[in-house]
């Protein structure tokens, strides 16, 4: 089992619709999550981070569940310059945080005109 | 704020050749890390530095790959022999130290190509 998944995708929609990303990680101690913004031939950039109280910023909306172990990211009205890969990312370690982070493959999303 | 640099920026070479990448990260930061990202997957982390002392290596394949953080500041990581399969982006990210709010930045990569 891999230890960050995502769905793949690719997720095709029209603008100003809204579109959800999910997530799963196996190891229960993970203490930090984020979600990563990746625009093709790019580094990969930090969108937002996740708190268990769950978080927004502007159009987007961060969820973590720890009992399920996953991770949400909810885009709502979709433009175009949305269209990337986003990436899942879980930082593994407990009280010993050395900053190790685990990518997911990555969710691409196409909105269209 | 300057961010992380990274060089080249791109790198063709053959197999079984020897390639070499810098980063140089953000002033100050003492944390220093090299991912490898083969096209279609999310980055996987190689090494990471504190300092000029290596943290976490486990993922580095160590009979071809090597880095050094000479006096804590530039890093370079070495491909020697290169396998078609090393072909990916590499990246560098650094933190002072990591931030469970921020995580951090990378540079913008260096994209081998190995034929």
């Known amino acids: 089992r891999k230890e960050v998944e995502q769905d793949p995708g690719p997720f095709n929609v029209p603008e100003g619709a809204t579109v959800a990303f999910n997530c799963t990680y196996s190891?229960?101690?993970?203490?930090?999550f984020f979600w990563y913004r990746q625009d093709c031939r790019k580094e990969p950039k930090l969108l937002m981070s996740?708190?268990?109280s769950g978080n927004e910023d502007g159009r987007f909306t961060a969820q973590l569940n720890r009992a399920s172990q996953y991770i949400s990211l909810l885009i709502r009205d979709s433009k175009l310059s949305d269209s990337a890969t986003y990436l899942c990312?879980?930082?593994?370690?407990?009280?010993?945080?050395?900053?190790?982070?685990?990518f997911g493959q990555g969710t691409t999303l196409q909105v269209k005109p | 704020e300057a961010g992380v640099a990274q060089s080249p920026r791109y790198k063709i070479i053959e197999k079984r050749q020897s390639v070499a990448f810098w980063c140089n990260p953000i002033?100050?930061?003492?944390?220093l890390y090299w991912y490898q990202q083969i096209l279609g997957q999310g980055p996987k982390l190689l090494i990471q530095?504190?300092?000029?002392?290596?943290?976490?290596d486990s993922q580095l394949p160590k009979d071809r790959f090597s880095a050094e953080r000479l006096k804590g500041v530039d890093s370079t990581l070495k491909i020697q022999p290169a396998k078609l399969e090393d072909s990916a982006v590499y990246l560098c990210?650094?933190?002072?130290?990591?931030?469970?709010?921020?995580?951090?930045?990378f540079g913008s990569g260096t994209r081998l190509t190995v034929v």
């Open positions: 190891n229960s101690a993970s203490q930090s």
């Open positions: 002033s100050g930061h003492a944390t």
């Open positions: 990312v879980v930082n593994p370690q407990g009280s010993s945080n050395t900053g190790k982070l685990i």
């Open positions: 996740v708190y268990s």
């Open positions: 990210a650094s933190s002072i130290p990591f931030s469970r709010a921020y995580g951090y930045t």
């Open positions: 530095f504190q300092n000029n002392g290596v943290v976490d």
